[in-house]
Nanobody, 123 residues
Framework: VQLQASGGGLVQPGGSLRLSCTASEFILDDYVIGWFRQAPGKEREGVSGYSPKDGRTYYKDSVKGRFTISTDNLKNTLYLQMNSLQPEDTAVYYC?????????????????WGQGTLVTVSS
């Protein structure tokens, strides 16, 4: 079971990025999926999550209206569209999948993790 994240980079404040996370050896639509991030010196935190079975979604308050989680089942890929990026969004972003997740923002409920992709928002 593997998750391969990509799409990070350097972007100016107000810019956009789209992160991708491709799953291999399992069907992503059978799992709860999420994006997490860890800024330097801080703990990893939940950014967004989605449960395909019941349609539940989660967004961290500070990203609501700016970030959108989505999936492409044909490509078995998870996305995080990030708009209006701010310096405080700078972090390593991780994708994750879990079979039985109650709290979408709880990293400990996710079983599989991607390797992380760095997003730097700076002028």
């Amino acid at each position: 079971v593997q998750l391969q994240a990509s799409g990070g980079g350097l972007v100016q404040p107000g810019g956009s990025l789209r992160l991708s996370c491709t799953a291999s050896e399992f069907i992503l639509d059978d799992y709860v999926i999420g994006w997490f991030r860890q800024a330097p010196g801080k703990e990893r935190e939940g950014v967004s999550g989605y449960s395909p079975k019941d349609g539940r979604t989660y967004y961290k308050d500070s990203v609501k209206g700016r970030f959108t989680i989505s999936t492409d089942n044909l490509k078995n890929t998870l996305y995080l569209q990030m708009n209006s990026l701010q310096p405080e969004d700078t972090a390593v972003y991780y994708c994750a999948a879990g079979k039985y997740v109650v709290w979408l923002e709880d990293q400990y409920e996710y079983n599989y993790w991607g390797q992380g992709t760095l997003v730097t928002v700076s002028s």
